[in-house]
Every structure is written in structure tokens, then in C-alpha cells.
């Protein structure tokens, strides 16, 4: 995500990197070229240039001219400034004693139904609360269908009344029965449109008022770019919505609706989708999406899905292998599963620092790791266990069974026993993350 936007940023302050004595003109023209760079991924020009005035400002006030190292000084600046227009920290989800009512807006097409059914698996799975979606969208066909599936892959409940056209009615008995059956979030999907119009707005609006949901959540597009953002305005002024969610924000090279939208509407991006995976969904943090726009990468982010995806016990039992030298291929293999967990793996070696530029212009599929697994696999139970077993002859047979080369063998050996060595060395926590650090070796 924001691919171009960052190569442009980065360009602009490259010309300050590196050099002892900057000028007035040197900052102008940088200025004047981040704000071409937010203008071309569609942001309104008026917040583009607000924006750079205000970095512009601190760096003049800062003393950037006389700075060791200015080229450092404006890059904190702005990335301080970036973090601050998408609302400077992270907000959370509505919480407390008795039932939480959440209530999803939006248009047609943009993700309503799926990001509902991502953000009970969210709830249900990371804060193990008990969650209720509430099928309400009467127009679409084959909504209420698409929401039982995905509760279904989730394990959810999903509330709807056969037959039933009136979505005020299935919101207030679904809001009636979470709260006689002890659920802790009701999510309410709603109908959208494709265009904001007065039927849309007086439904959820009596829906609204029905319900009295804790949050009103506004879903949209990223990808449609300045068009998300006025719609969103639209939806603001007459829900007063809590938050925004940005979906297909892995397909959105351009960045402009996550940017302005917190600006324009003065409400917090709350959750980002960036994927379609039911679990591909993240909050938004903007300081950690400020540092990847700059090539920062985002380590925390990183080491929070490792941790969901590591636990303890597992880590114990790796760590007794590798202490005692019994650590095989199928350790490897159920290394790769939990980190083909974490997510897309681009979207992952973007989050290392400095791997998102080197990466510009790669295409890492989800199946990256797809052809280690094939030559694991076509390993007997003793080579797993044992590699040092594995022979010349062995290798070749291993390498036709998986439709490889004995070259692409020799590697994977190669860094197993590398990989081996370093967790050895490095056994405990530090050793997981050193593992995933490697992942950008393993392709």
C-alpha cells in the first residue's frame, strides 16, 4: 500500500539526506514537492497544502537549517505531521458492561457484509468476547446468505428473520435477543446503495434510532479514492457516525481516502482491511502507517501478529529441539504454516525496515512458500526428522517428487542448516523474531 506516494515522499526529502548545510530554497522545494506527491494520490489539494505549510513552519521553527543532520530533522517532521493527519493515535472500539451495538453504514460494494463478519472474528477471537451479527440488509440479494456463510467460517451466530423485509424490525429483535442470551457486541449489517439517496439514509437512520448503537461505523472503499472521502462527508452529516474503516487498503497504491478522510469528517480510522482473508483486518495505528509511508517499516505491528500466532508452549518444545539438536523439517514446515498465518507476505516484509523499498516493484504471491513445502513433503519421516540422511541419491529422488530442481534443494538445505544454527544460538523469544527477519531469504 501507498507505493507511490512513499517512492514520491521519499524522493522529495532524499535531496535533504545526507548533506550538512541545507537552505531556505532546499526546504521550499522539497515542501513543494510533497505536496505534488499528496496531490497525485488524491488529496484534496487545499489539506495537500495546509499540510505542507505546517511542515514547512516547523521546519523553519525548528531550526532545520542549522540542524547536524537536517535531512533527519524533516524526515521526523513529516512523518511526525502524516501521523497527525490521520488522527495521531490509535482509537479504540467501544467497550464496557452489557451490550455493545455496532452498526455498519456504507454503499453497495463496499464491504459492509465482509468487514462485519472480519470484526466479530476480530472480537471473538483476539478479545474473546461473544459476538452476534444481525443480518439487515433486505435489498441485496443474497446478503443474508453471505453473512450466514461467513459466520459460519467464523463460528459466529447470525440473526435474521426469513421472509422478513422491514430491517428496522430485524434490528430491534436482534438487539432483544443478544441482550436476553448474555452477547457482548451485536454488529448490524446494513443495505447499502450506489449512490448516497434518501431512502438509504431514512432506513439506517431509523435504524439509528431504534437500536441506539454505542458505534455507527462508516465502511468504504479506499480504492475509489476522493470519492470515499466525499461520500463519506455525505453519510457523516446525517448519521454523525464514530468511526471509519478503509477497506481493500492493499489494493490502494495511491493513499488519498486514508489520508483526508480523518480531516474531512473529524472522525478516527478505526479498522483497515487488507485482505480478503476473515482474518485480514487491522487497527488502524496512524504513527505505524506514518512510519511504513516513509519506508520506516512497522516492527511492532510485525511482532504483535507473531505473537497471536506463536504461543508459548509451542515455543517451549521448538526450543527443547533445538537445545538437543532434534530439530527437523517438520519443525521447519510448522514454522512456515504459523507464519503464512500473519498474513499476506508482502504486506508482512513491508513492515521490516528498509525491505518495503528494496521490494518496490515485486510481486510476492501468498503462495510464496508453496514449493518448500512440496520438497518438505516429499521427504520420508526419517529425512525430516534427520536431514544429515539426506544423500545425493536421496536428493535427487526428493527433487522429482516435487516437481524441483537438486539446486532448489541444496538451497532449502542450506538455509534450514542456517536457520538451524541462528535459532540455536539466539534460543528464547529472540530467536522467533530472528526467524521471521529471514523470511525475505525464503522464496
Given at each position: 500500500m501507498f507505493e507511490s506516494l512513499s517512492e514520491k515522499i521519499d524522493?522529495?526529502?532524499?535531496?535533504?539526506?545526507?548533506r550538512s548545510k541545507i537552505s531556505d530554497i532546499n526546504i521550499a522545494e522539497a515542501v513543494k514537492d510533497i505536496r505534488r506527491a499528496l496531490v497525485d494520490a488524491d488529496v484534496n489539494y487545499k489539506l495537500a497544502k495546509d499540510f505542507t505549510d505546517r511542515v514547512k513552519d516547523r521546519a523553519m521553527g525548528q531550526n532545520v537549517l542549522k540542524s547536524l543532520e537536517p535531512g533527519q530533522l524533516m524526515v521526523k517532521i513529516v512523518r511526525d505531521e502524516i501521523a497527525e493527519l490521520m488522527g495521531g493515535t490509535a482509537s479504540e472500539l467501544a467497550s464496557g458492561t452489557g451490550l455493545q451495538t455496532v452498526l455498519m453504514a456504507g454503499l453497495q460494494g463496499s464491504g459492509k457484509t465482509t468487514f462485519t463478519a472480519k470484526l466479530g472474528s476480530m472480537l471473538?477471537?483476539?478479545?474473546?468476547?461473544?459476538?452476534?451479527?444481525?443480518?439487515?440488509?433486505v435489498h441485496r440479494p443474497a446478503a443474508v446468505n453471505q453473512l450466514k456463510t461467513l459466520g459460519e467460517q467464523i463460528s459466529v451466530e447470525v440473526f435474521s428473520i426469513e421472509g422478513e423485509k422491514d430491517a428496522v424490525k430485524i434490528a430491534r429483535e436482534a438487539q432483544s435477543y443478544a441482550k436476553q442470551n448474555g452477547f457482548n457486541?451485536?454488529?448490524?449489517?446494513t443495505a447499502g446503495r450506489l449512490a448516497v439517496d434518501e431512502v438509504l439514509m431514512r432506513e439506517i437512520s431509523?435504524?439509528?434510532?431504534?437500536?441506539?448503537?454505542?458505534?455507527?461505523?462508516f465502511v468504504v472503499d479506499s480504492m475509489t479514492g476522493q470519492d470515499a472521502v466525499n461520500t463519506a462527508k455525505a453519510f457523516n452529516d446525517v448519521l454523525d457516525f464514530t468511526g471509519v474503516i478503509l477497506t481493500k487498503l492493499d489494493g490502494d497504491t495511491r493513499g488519498g481516502a486514508a489520508l483526508s478522510i480523518r480531516q474531512v469528517v473529524q472522525k478516527p480510522i478505526k479498522f483497515i482491511g487488507t485482505g480478503e482473508k476473515m482474518d485480514a483486518l487491522d487497527v488502524f495505528h496512524p504513527d505505524r502507517m506514518a512510519d511504513r509511508i516513509l519506508g520506516m517499516g512497522d516492527v511492532i505491528s510485525l511482532v504483535e501478529r507473531a505473537q497471536e500466532q506463536f504461543d508459548e508452549e509451542a515455543n517451549r518444545k521448538i526450543n527443547k529441539k533445538i537445545a538437543t539438536n532434534k530439530f527437523g523439517f517438520d519443525?521447519?514446515?510448522?514454522?512456515?504454516?504459523?507464519i503464512k498465518k500473519m498474513g499476506n507476505m508482502k504486506d508482512l516484509m513491508g513492515m521490516i525496515p528498509g525491505v518495503g523499498k528494496a521490494m518496490k516493484g515485486m510481486d510476492i504471491p501468498d503462495d510464496a512458500f508453496k514449493h518448500l513445502e512440496?520438497?518438505?513433503?516429499?521427504?520420508?519421516?526419517?529425512?525430516?526428522?534427520?536431514?544429515?540422511?539426506?544423500?545425493?541419491?536421496?536428493?535427487?529422488?526428493i527433487a522429482q517428487g516435487s516437481g524441483r530442481t537438486v539446486s532448489d534443494l541444496n538451497k532449502l538445505i542450506k538455509q534450514?542448516?542456517?536457520?538451524?544454527?541462528?535459532?540455536?544460538?539466539?534460543?528464547?523469544?529472540g530467536g522467533r523474531s530472528q526467524l521471521m527477519s529471514m523470511m525475505n531469504r525464503i522464496k
Open positions: 524522493s522529495a526529502l532524499h535531496r535533504l539526506s545526507g471473538k477471537r483476539k478479545k474473546g468476547r461473544k459476538v452476534l451479527l444481525a443480518a439487515a440488509d457486541y451485536l454488529l448490524i449489517d431509523s435504524i439509528r434510532e431504534a437500536t441506539q448503537p454505542q458505534e455507527i461505523l519443525d521447519f514446515l510448522e514454522q512456515i504454516q504459523q512440496a520438497m518438505i513433503r516429499s521427504m520420508t519421516p526419517a529425512e525430516r526428522s534427520n536431514p544429515s540422511i539426506i544423500n545425493g541419491s536421496r536428493r535427487i529422488r534450514f542448516d542456517e536457520m538451524s544454527r541462528m535459532m540455536k544460538m539466539m534460543q528464547g523469544p
